[in-house]
């Protein structure tokens, strides 16, 4: 799951999504520098990903995937679950989209002096931007792509990713449905 996916998990936890996004930005055992909710959101970010690195049916969309994305397969995967999360939100969310993101966006951590600067940026960037509110549509998945695909440190085609999402987009969100379902239940996720 990519950045909605992470939010989605933290259960309305507004202090616990702000961590829990934090998790991309600290590595190894750098997290135990941070107070006890901050590690909590590092140790569920960890964990959602870890989740979905191990899923069995993940594990084979990637094989299907990966002649089409190599090397990326596993970070379009994240991107493609996050346009259907945000396609699907009434199906897993009683908050509607855009006012879930406006309470995010608009919540002030109390632990914010706590967090990076870069992580700081990345935030009033995403606040700005309001990039999460065009997950639903299909330009949202196409920016996505090429965002990351731009960031990547080597040659990558997650720019061509949406044509692959086209052309398995049954398989695909048939993959999410099942995912979703067991990860809530593994996480003990609420409406």
């Not at 608009?106 to 935030?123: E, L, N, V």
């Not at 731009?150 to 995912?179: M, V």
Request: hydrophobic share 35%.
């Amino acid at each position: 799951m990519n950045f909605l996916g992470h939010l989605y998990f933290s259960n309305n936890d507004l202090e616990l999504m702000y961590a829990n996004l934090f998790g991309d930005f600290v590595k190894g055992k750098a997290m135990y520098n941070f107070p006890e909710k901050i590690q909590s959101g590092i140790q569920l970010h960890r964990s959602i990903d870890s989740y979905i690195d191990r899923h069995e049916d993940v594990r084979k969309l990637l094989k299907t995937l990966y002649p089409e994305l190599p090397k990326v397969s596993n970070v379009a995967i994240d991107l493609f679950f996050d346009h259907l999360l945000a396609s699907h939100w009434k199906d897993y969310h009683s908050i509607e989209l855009n006012k879930f993101l406006e309470n995010f966006y608009t919540f002030q951590p109390h632990y914010w002096d706590d967090y990076t600067s870069d992580f700081k940026t990345f935030i009033e960037t995403m606040r700005n931007r309001q990039w999460l509110n065009y997950y639903p549509l299909r330009e949202g998945l196409e920016k996505s792509c090429a965002g990351v695909g731009s960031r990547i440190s080597f040659p990558n085609l997650l720019h061509q990713a949406p044509l692959s999402f086209d052309r398995h987009y049954t398989e695909i969100y048939s993959c999410f449905k099942i995912f979703m379902s067991e990860a809530i239940l593994h996480f003990g996720t609420n409406k």
